[in-house]
C-alpha cells in the first residue's frame, strides 16, 4: 500500500520536512551521481551507509569508515529512484503532521533521533553484517510511529497497486506496515532473505517515534489540531519554535 495523502490539515509551513526531502535528493544527486554511474553508487553507499560489524568491531574495513558517524550520514543515503522516491514520498505524507506537532527546531532533533534508533537496532540485530544499509526509511518510521500515536483517526488515500484508491484510516494503515515490518524481521531471524531491506531499522524507528512522541510534542500546538482550534497568528509564532 502507498499513501498519496492524508486529511489532516496543517498551520506550520513544513520547512524542516521540505529541507530533509531537498538535502536526501541533493546527497543522492551530489554524492551519489542520481545512481546514473553503478561505481559511483556502490562506492558512495560503502562510504556512508551503516556497516554493523564495522561499528561493532567485528570486522575491519581496508580504508576504514566513519564508524558511529555512518548512523547519520546512511539516512540520507539511497540505493536507486524507486527507493528516494518512495521514501520521501513517505516523509511527504506523514512528516508535515508531525512538524506541525512539534515545531520545526522539535522536529529535527526528533528525525535524528529516531534515525539512529534505527540505525542501532539493525546494528544490534545484524552485528556481524558486512553489508552497507543505507536510507531515510529508519527516521521515517520514527514519523509513522509518532503519527498513529497522535493521528490514528486521520484518512490516508492510499494507492493499492495496479488499480484501487481508497481511504483509510492511519492506524490501519500504519499498524499494517508495522506488522508486516515485524514478521518480516522475525522471519529473518530464521535465516530467511527479507530482500536487502533493513526490516529491523524500520522496526526499531517505528517503536522509537511512538515512545518518544509524548517527549517531542508540542501540547499546545497537538491539542489544537486534535480538537480542530484555530490558533492565532501569534500562538503559532510562539509555540513553533518553543523547546
Not at 91 to 101: A, H, P
Not at 113 to 117: E, H, N, R, S
Given at each position: 500500500m502507498i499513501p498519496l495523502r492524508d486529511d489532516n490539515p496543517t498551520e506550520l509551513t513544513p520547512f524542516v520536512t521540505i529541507a530533509l526531502i531537498l538535502a536526501?535528493?541533493?546527497a543522492w544527486v551530489l554524492l551519489q551521481g542520481a545512481g546514473m554511474d553503478p561505481e559511483r553508487l556502490q562506492a558512495s553507499v560503502y562510504a556512508f551507509g551503516t556497516v554493523p560489524c564495522e561499528i561493532t568491531h567485528a570486522c575491519v574495513r581496508e580504508n576504514g569508515g566513519l564508524g558511529w558517524g555512518e548512523l547519520l550520514t546512511s539516512m540520507f543515503m539511497h540505493g536507486?529512484?524507486?527507493h528516494i522516491l518512495g521514501n520521501m514520498l513517505f516523509?511527504?505524507?506523514?512528516?508535515?503532521?508531525?512538524?506541525?506537532?512539534m515545531g520545526h527546531v522539535r522536529f529535527i532533533v526528533f528525525y535524528l533521533?529516531?534515525?539512529?534508533?534505527a540505525g542501532l537496532a539493525h546494528v544490534l540485530l545484524s552485528p556481524g553484517?558486512?553489508?552497507?544499509?543505507?536510507?531515510?526509511?529508519?527516521a521515517i518510521s520514527g514519523v509513522m510511529g509518532a503519527y498513529v500515536v497522535l493521528y490514528p483517526q486521520a484518512?490516508?488515500?492510499t494507492w493499492v497497486p495496479p488499480l484501487f484508491i481508497v481511504h483509510i484510516r492511519a492506524w490501519f494503515f500504519l499498524i499494517y506496515w508495522f506488522a508486516f515490518q515485524l514478521l518480516s524481521g522475525v522471519g529473518s531471524l530464521g535465516g530467511?532473505?527479507?530482500g536487502g531491506v533493513a526490516v529491523w531499522a524500520h522496526v526499531g524507528g517505528f517503536?522509537?517515534?511512538v515512545v518518544l512522541i509524548k517527549i517531542f510534542q508540542n501540547r499546545t500546538l497537538v491539542a489544537a489540531r486534535q480538537h480542530g482550534v484555530v490558533l492565532t497568528r501569534d500562538q503559532v509564532a510562539r509555540d513553533e519554535w518553543r523547546l
Open positions: 536526501n535528493f541533493a536507486g529512484w524507486e516523509l511527504w505524507v506523514f512528516g508535515n503532521n508531525i512538524e506541525d506537532s533521533v529516531c534515525g539512529v534508533a553484517s558486512e553489508i552497507p544499509a543505507v536510507g531515510a526509511s529508519g484518512r490516508v488515500q530467511r532473505d527479507t517503536v522509537a517515534g
